[in-house]
């Protein structure tokens, strides 16, 4: 408990504190033109105590996965083993310079070749790239690779991506980036792609399909082969979203059902760090015929040694070097702790975990499409009068859980999107289900708290409008 008000650090500045001294320069002064210098900074003045007494305060009010549960669903915001950071913090990766040339970097080009070699083994690809920094980084790479591709067989004419309903958000974007023109597959009643209504579409000016499976629902395309095949019957190829592939390592191969290029987030499978704006990694795999088209540069083996090299009609460097390297060490050591098996385990907890709250939840929270999930559902917020999912989300926090994802995806109405990941014990799962159903019980009798919630926090409900409209972005006294 803090016994005295925590007050902000502006307001805690006094003239003439100092919170770091600086040694004397070394180096003749050389002073900065007086029209480039800031008059004014505004910085507060404050000792070093107050200065790590305050952002120990604000660290203490974060909420990450170290601290408590994070169900949020199309993210995977799962417990990354430390063991990671150990082998990431390893003076020889990450002291390694860049540009320090093959000869004194083969044991960082051999961890980068072989794991690009483990994600096609896992994917059921033929070669893969590891430059793309995130998911949606990854997706453009991926239909950048079809367009190019399409126009080396004269089929540069093809300039439609079609694009489920229950895809991710970034993929529309990601096709409009590329040059391609997107439209929308509906779902049909079981939550799957509407297979006749993609009959209706497919012409000669189709380029490809973008495919989520599963898909944000949480469910498994069961016709995959089929769609696969009627794309590849009308010209087009296939791009699958391997976001959610956390619920098929070591069960499902995208690679052998007729999907032609894939990207892989790691942090939601691979236990990499997810989300504060640091280096994330979208690899992205692809078969025989498209090998030639990935990004590079590229790990390969010459004998014994390996080195890098540019795919002979690469579409380029989707980022400077080799990519997000400390990423690639942390997914590489994941993969070789736990081997094939221990992936096929991680596939069949996260299933298994999300089809238990889907059961404990459903009679309660109700299901639009109700049938088994893969390793997220997504349940309906509209439980009582005058509460919606946004009041569910906030009573969340007050029971000290984070909310899941809400409002998406958007043919859900009122979307509860809820993933508990592999890596939490029934006993969490089990506090989250009594949480849930206590405030399904508030719903029905206390309303006005759910409506007013959060109310532990520092900060209450916000303008969520305003706030997105007219962001305060620095302090104002």
């Known amino acids: 408990m803090n016994l005295l008000p925590e007050p902000l650090i502006f307001n805690v500045s006094s003239p003439g504190a100092q919170g770091c001294s600086l040694p004397e320069s070394d180096v003749p002064p050389s002073p900065l033109p007086q029209d480039?210098?800031?008059?004014?900074?505004?910085?507060?003045?404050?000792?070093?105590?107050?200065?790590?007494?305050?952002?120990?305060?604000?660290?203490?009010?974060?909420?990450?996965?170290d601290t408590n549960f994070y169900p949020l669903g199309s993210c995977t915001m799962k417990y990354n083993p430390k063991a990671n950071e150990v082998a990431a913090s390893h003076s020889g990766w990450k002291s390694l310079h860049p540009l320090i040339g093959d000869r004194y970097s083969q044991g960082a080009l051999e961890l980068v070749f072989r794991l690009q070699e483990s994600l096609a083994e896992i994917g059921g690809f033929s070669a893969v790239s590891l430059q793309p920094a995130a998911g949606a980084h990854g997706e453009l790479a991926g239909v950048l690779i079809i367009r190019d591709y399409l126009e080396s067989i004269g089929q540069g004419q093809r300039k439609t991506m079609l694009i489920p309903d229950s895809a991710h958000g970034t993929n529309p974007a990601s096709c409009t980036m590329a040059g391609f023109a997107t439209r929308t597959v509906p779902s049909g009643n079981d939550g799957n792609i509407d297979i006749k209504a993609l009959e209706a579409m497919l012409n000669d000016e189709v380029a490809g399909i973008m495919v989520t499976n599963p898909n944000t629902l949480g469910l498994f395309e069961r016709n995959i082969a089929k769609i696969a095949k009627m794309i590849h019957d009308a010209g087009g190829l296939v791009y699958g979203d391997g976001a959610n592939m956390n619920a098929l390592t070591g069960v499902f191969k995208p690679g052998k059902s007729g999907i032609d290029v894939m990207h892989f987030n790691l942090h939601k499978t691979f236990s990499t760090p997810h989300g504060g704006g640091g280096p994330g990694s979208g690899m992205v795999a692809v078969v025989s015929k498209l090998a030639d088209f990935l990004p590079g540069p590229v790990a390969v083996k010459q004998g014994k040694k390996f080195a890098l090299a540019m795919p002979p009609a690469s579409i380029g460097r989707m980022k400077a070097f080799y990519g997000n390297?400390?990423?690639?060490?942390?997914?590489?050591?994941?993969?070789?702790?736990?081997?094939?098996?221990?992936?096929r385990r991680v596939?069949?907890?996260?299933?298994?975990?999300?089809?238990?709250?889907?059961?404990?939840?459903?009679?309660?929270?109700?299901?639009?499409?109700?049938?088994?999930?893969?390793?997220?559902?997504?349940?309906?917020?509209?439980?009582?009068?005058?509460?919606?999912?946004?009041?569910i989300a906030k009573r969340l926090i007050d029971y000290g859980f984070h909310p899941p994802t809400i409002y998406f995806p958007l043919i859900v109405p009122e979307a509860l999107m809820i993933e508990p990941t592999e890596t939490e014990s029934k006993a969490v799962l089990d506090a989250f289900v009594e949480a849930m159903l206590s405030i399904a019980q508030e719903a029905k009798t206390k309303p006005e708290l759910l409506n007013a919630a959060p109310t532990t926090t520092p900060v209450g409900r916000l303008d969520e409008v305003a706030a997105a409209r007219c962001p305060v972005l620095c302090y104002r006294p």
Not at 46 to 52: A, F, G, I, S, Y
Not at 58 to 64: G, I, P, R, W
Not at 370 to 380: D, I, S, T
């Open 325 to 343: 390297f400390g990423v690639l060490v942390r997914a590489y050591a994941y993969i070789r702790m736990l081997g094939r098996d221990g992936l």
């Open 36 to 65: 480039l210098t800031r008059k004014h900074l505004g910085l507060p003045e404050v000792d070093e105590l107050t200065v790590v007494r305050h952002f120990t305060r604000l660290s203490q009010k974060n909420f990450s996965i």
């Open 347 to 391: 596939a069949e907890n996260s299933v298994l975990n999300a089809n238990y709250l889907r059961a404990k939840l459903e009679r309660h929270y109700p299901l639009k499409y109700k049938k088994a999930c893969m390793h997220e559902f997504v349940a309906m917020g509209n439980i009582a009068p005058g509460i919606r999912t946004l009041d």
